[in-house]
């Protein structure tokens, strides 16, 4: 087993996946809540992109009305449950909260946490649907954007139907993120609640191959693209079908789906990235018990895309990082397993691009490489739509995220360009809601619903 600091890690590996944080009592919530200045004009709203009204739900549950918390947030984020977990808090909300020049911020995402949990053991729905006008949507994938979009419309009375590629509806928050970050629990919930409004979600259903772009444009008033983007890409070097070698995503969807393995048990393993899911990957490999993990990145830790609070998590979970470190070819043995990976130092130039440096070859003895350099975009389908497009990024209106098509709009990871930072769940889930607006004052300027 690894050698890992701060004892959380477990030799039983189901216990490795279990929820990290526990969440907060009903007397640290309370006295968090208490803490809350109630800011006029309050910075956190405006630093959150869905502004849900963070003084209001904080004060509800000072008062112990956690029912009318939890609505003020989910009124605002149809997900506001698995944000609560994955925000980057102290880029957003918690980095805004005025008492930073004082003491500490406000705890945001823990009493967020604390109202939504409270939701989700009442196991009731807290929604209706508003009176059915008449027209209909098709929504394209079921992850964060999409569900944001379809609870909003089904508020507005449009009839929705999501197409959901995978068994289960949740996108990355169901297969991609950590269970013991994100429990699978938490999003079946929020998914739950969409449906409970009428939406239809036909799940094992990947539209362009069991239903065709024509069908959907035929049947539909309007079409909402939220694909997300697709597998990690090859990184095009020798020895990438060795056994050992795989997807960073692919890798952490099997520890939600299924038990984890012993396999990893003692290995050696690389991580080949150094964004979030690089990190999730790292941490993964972790748990399931891999003796050394380290994450090899091109660049310096001041490019890394992964946020400061995962770092800082994936160094207390013991992963080694090599900065400026690039894979030149995966080794093998005879039996076709992977046993080393020989890479090269880097410099950064002028430019900030990374160069190898001459000579500086080394080695690396392994068992296991995990790539984490990105994710691939849904080309195909966006042309079978006829979208424009840049590179798989589908070309939309930065205020409505209507498509070069007028009835077909986008939102979430589709549309999240080259050369951002890392894409969130909480921007997914607004631009679903904003896709959604727009929508709906498409129709009203035609006047064909009230
Ligand atoms: C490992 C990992 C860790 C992350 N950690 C965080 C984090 O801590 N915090 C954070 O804010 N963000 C995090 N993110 C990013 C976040 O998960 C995404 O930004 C967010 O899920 C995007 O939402 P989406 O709805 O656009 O796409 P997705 O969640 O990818 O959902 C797209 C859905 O579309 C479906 N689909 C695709 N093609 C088809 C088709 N042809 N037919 C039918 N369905 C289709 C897919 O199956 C999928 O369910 C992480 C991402 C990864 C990969
Ligand atoms: S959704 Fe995210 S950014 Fe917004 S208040 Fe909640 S934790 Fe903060």
């Known amino acids: 087993m690894s050698a890992i600091k701060g004892g959380r890690i477990s030799s039983n590996l189901i216990e ?11 007397s640290e919530a309370i006295e968090e809540a208490n803490r809350c200045l109630y800011c006029y004009d309050a910075p956190c709203i405006k630093a959150c992109p869905t502004s849900i009204q963070i003084p209001k739900f904080i004060k509800k549950i000072a008062s112990g009305n956690l029912k009318g918390s939890a609505k003020t947030i989910l009124e ?23 008492l930073n020049h004082d003491t500490k911020p406000i705890s945001i995402g823990h009493l967020q946490r604390y109202a939504t949990d409270w939701a989700i053991k009442q196991k009731e729905p807290l929604f209706k649907a508003g009176e059915r ?3 209909t949507v098709a929504i394209i994938g079921s992850g964060p954007a999409g569900l944001s979009a379809a609870r909003e419309l089904s508020l507005l009375g449009y009839e929705v139907t999501i197409f959901e590629a995978q068994e289960e509806a949740g996108g990355l928050n169901h297969y991609g993120i950590v269970s013991f970050r994100l429990p699978k629990e938490v999003v079946q919930w929020e998914v739950e609640q969409v449906k409970q409004l009428g939406v239809e979600i036909k799940t094992n259903t990947t539209v ?11 049947h539909f008033d309007r079409i909402i693209l939220a694909i997300g983007m697709g597998k990690v890409p090859n990184l095009g070097i020798e020895g990438e079908t060795l056994k050992g070698v795989c997807d960073a995503i692919e890798f952490v969807k099997q520890t939600k789906i299924k038990d ?3 396999e990893l048990v003692g290995k050696t393993v690389a991580v080949i990235g150094a964004g979030n899911t690089a990190i999730d990957a790292a941490t993964t490999a972790v748990r399931l ?36 470190t690039a894979p030149l070819k995966i080794i093998g043995n005879e039996q076709y397993e992977v046993t080393g990976l020989e890479c090269v130092k880097m410099a950064l130039d002028e430019a900030g691009r990374p160069v190898p440096i001459k000579g500086s070859e080394t080695t690396i003895d392994l068992d296991v490489v995990i790539k984490a350099i990105g994710q691939t975009k849904h080309s195909e389908l966006i042309e079978a739509f ?53 929508i709906h004052r498409t129709f009203m300027l035609q006047s064909e619903i009230a």
Request: charged share 25%; hydrophobic share 35%; proline share 2%.
């Open 16 to 26: 490795n996946f279990e929820e990290i944080h526990k969440g907060l009592t009903r």
């Open 208 to 218: 362009g191959v069991d239903i065709k772009a024509e069908e959907i444009i035929d």
């Open 133 to 135: 006008n008449g027209k």
């Open 386 to 438: 006829s979208l424009n497009h840049t590179k798989g990024v589908v070309d939309v209106d930065a205020e409505t995220y209507q498509t070069s098509q007028e009835n077909i709009y986008a939102c979430g990871d589709c549309v999240f360009g080259n050369g951002q930072t890392e894409a969130m769940v909480v921007s997914a889930a607004e631009q679903g809601k904003e896709v959604a607006k727009a």
């Open 260 to 262: 984890p393995t012993d």
């Open 76 to 98: 605002a984020n149809p997900v506001g449950a698995s944000c609560a977990r994955v925000c980057p808090t102290e880029e957003l909300c918690e980095g805004a909260c005025v």
């Open 289 to 324: 018990g891999a003796a050394n993990v380290k994450i090899l990145y091109r660049r310096t830790k001041n490019e890394m895309s992964a946020y400061q609070f995962e770092y800082d998590f994936a160094k207390q979970d013991g992963v080694e990082f090599r900065w400026l």
